[in-house]
């Protein structure tokens, strides 16, 4: 009877994720390409616009560390009901924002929320997966998140377009986020206790961290050396491609080449947006259940060469309908990059500690959105659109042997959760 129980707290939680992860990303699908666009009406620099994006990553990292700990201490439901409050309150904020410092105050406190939110949706899916469908459950919440994310650009674009108001997608986003809100009240119940399910992949050791117990005290480069073997930063790798990815292509660069570059109309650039959803949306499914049954290596490294294959393509210029093609390829490689990484993650996560594992290797998505987008818009400032789309291509090619060194890891009692303390 417990057993049938869990069982049915763990659909109820699925569908749960699946649900906030649609309504999350429509949002965020409507607001997000504008927000570079809205700076730029505040402030015409290509390199502040981008400045606008940080600060989001700013306040995800700023926090990234403690929500971790909260999440073990107060539960994932309760705190993260204070992430998507706070999310809530500063997406119609960042719409009302008079000036270009309001702006960059409010994109700060959404990235607090931001963390605050997905540091625990990553927690509470670890705390639901074993070895044998955590690929599919990741694979199945980003599949629903892309689908938002195919939704959201037409919709905001759409809105914009009608109404003439570039803030208009801004209270489309608070409205989406207050849907979630709602959701986690009435649908989500605590997870805490479903980590503790004898199938959990990952044993846990009860009275110390991992790293303390394998690194009997001897120096610092031995430490390292166990965190590099635990597999902890290959996951901190994976997740700052696939945040560099999200924040400097996806939330900076396409909008202003596609709006300022190439000077295509508000629509094209939903239908660009739209199309990287769509290749994600696809990848995600497929990807998820690759991880499960042919390992993370399966996805992580064909993922890897298609991103930056796509990049590659995307110096050349393209069309409005080269560009959705495009789109298409690069949401589906990057997908393939988060899925696998997100999978091999919930592999060496470590039960009791699991906030704080993801509050810490979360952080390294939270620092891609931080450096990404400004470091990304300076190169396209001093040199072009080209070498700025050149340099990602290099870093998702570096990607590759990530992957491989994924593959051959092996996941074992005493290197899970080295670097969790």
């Not at 409050?85 to 997406?91: A, P, V």
């Not at 901190?236 to 596609?258: C, K, Q």
């Not at 700025?388 to 996941?411: D, S, Y």
């Amino acid at each position: 009877m417990a057993r049938e129980a869990k069982q049915i707290s763990k659909r109820r939680v699925v569908w749960s994720l699946n649900a906030v992860a649609f309504s999350w990303s429509v949002g965020l699908g409507a607001a997000v390409p504008v927000i570079p666009l809205l700076a730029m009406q505040l402030q015409d620099n290509i390199a502040l616009a981008g400045l606008v994006i940080t600060m989001g990553g700013a306040g995800r990292l700023t926090v990234s560390y403690a929500t971790g700990f909260m999440l073990d201490r107060f539960g994932r439901r309760r705190v993260a009901l204070v992430g998507v409050t706070i999310r809530m309150i500063f997406s119609f904020a960042e719409g009302l924002s008079p000036t270009y410092l309001a702006l960059v105050g409010s994109r700060f406190m959404s990235g607090v929320g931001t963390a605050i939110w997905g540091t625990g949706l990553a927690t509470i899916t670890a705390d639901i997966s074993t070895r044998a469908d955590r690929g599919s459950i990741t694979g199945s919440r980003q599949g629903f998140m892309h689908l938002g994310m195919v939704i959201g650009p037409i919709v905001g674009a759409a809105a914009w377009a009608a109404t003439g108001d570039i803030r208009v997608p801004f209270m489309i986003n608070g409205v989406s986020k207050a849907i979630c809100l709602l959701i986690f009240l009435f649908m989500m119940v605590e997870t805490r206790s479903l980590s503790d399910d004898d199938d959990a992949q990952v044993p846990a050791t009860p009275a110390k961290s991992a790293a303390e117990s394998t690194v009997p005290k001897q120096g610092l480069l031995t430490t390292w050396r166990a965190v590099f073997a635990s597999g902890f930063i290959l996951v901190l790798v994976g997740l700052f491609a696939a945040g560099l990815f999200r924040a400097a292509v996806g939330d900076t660069m396409i909008p202003v080449y596609v709006r300022n570059e190439l000077g295509l109309p508000q629509s094209a650039l939903g239908f660009v947006l739209s199309a990287i959803g769509v290749g994600g949306l696809g990848a995600s499914f497929i990807g998820g259940r690759m991880a499960d049954r042919f390992g993370v290596g399966s996805v992580m490294i064909p993922g890897a060469l298609i991103t930056a294959a796509g990049m590659g393509l995307l110096i050349a210029g393209p069309g409005a309908l080269g560009l959705i093609i495009l789109g298409a390829v690069l949401g589906a490689g990057v997908t393939l990059v988060h899925v696998g990484t997100n999978a091999f993650a919930i592999d060496i996560s470590p039960r009791g500690r699991r906030g704080r594992f993801f509050g810490q290797t979360q952080a390294a998505m939270h620092s891609a959105a931080l450096v990404g987008p400004i470091a990304v818009g300076a190169i396209a400032d001093w040199a072009g659109f080209g070498p700025a789309f050149g340099a990602i291509a290099v870093f998702f090619v570096i990607m590759v042997p990530i992957g491989v060194m994924m593959a051959r890891h092996k996941v074992t009692k005493t290197n899970a959760g080295a670097g969790v303390s």
